[in-house]
């Protein structure tokens, strides 16, 4: 099943618009998140109005403008602390070599065809499929081992297939990389 298509929306608090996407669900309770990737996540009930969370959302507009930049300091002092500019210069250069040829590698094994690949400065993912199956890689990955940025390749190839990571998605993977799950490891030490 395909996931729903969150709306964006923008809100206002002391003229500052908080940009926030709504995922409704068979939830009972509205909860408000702050993403890795700096995004402001309202979770709402199926009956929820639209203006009921805009009101929900301004009135802990506060709360969100302290943890988004709490979060964003977070981030801002993982990348200051372990790259400068000009590393960070080297591994996008070194992305953009690497990435591209095992993005081919593998699509051809796995019949997929992805519509775009780039290489990002994401700090919060390490790659990503659009709906319109175009591919982002950070260039975070060049300091990981190659087998883990093999498995990434593989992951966003398999979700051309599968925008989701349901267990047909995960078959998927298994199929065409059967050690992914220690692979899968050598990322994770990275975002906890
Ligand atoms: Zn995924």
């Given at each position: 099943m395909a996931e729903k298509r969150p709306q964006r929306q923008p809100s206002m608090s002391c003229g500052t618009a908080i940009n926030y996407k709504i995922i409704r669900s068979d939830r009972r309770t509205l909860a408000i998140e702050i993403t890795k990737a700096l995004e402001v996540l309202v979770r709402a009930?199926?009956?929820?109005t639209d203006e009921e969370i805009r009101l929900a959302v301004e009135k802990h507009a506060a709360w969100i403008e302290k943890n988004l930049e709490v979060r964003k300091q977070r981030n801002e002092a993982r990348t200051a602390y372990e790259l400068t500019d000009s590393e960070i210069g080297e591994l996008t250069a070194l992305a953009k070599k690497v990435i591209p040829p095992k993005v081919e590698h593998y699509a051809r094994l796995m019949g997929v065809k992805p519509a775009s690949v780039k290489i990002t400065s994401a700090q919060s993912r390490f790659g990503s499929c659009s709906g319109k199956n175009g591919l982002c890689f950070s260039?975070?990955?060049?300091?990981?081992p190659e087998e883990a940025i093999d498995y990434v390749v593989v992951h966003e190839l398999a979700h051309i297939k599968?925008?989701?990571?349901?267990k047909s998605f995960y078959t998927l993977v298994g199929k065409y990389m059967p050690d992914y799950k220690a692979r899968e490891k050598l990322l994770k030490q990275f975002f906890t």
């Open positions: 009930p199926k009956r929820a260039y975070i990955l060049m300091r990981f599968h925008h989701n990571h349901s």
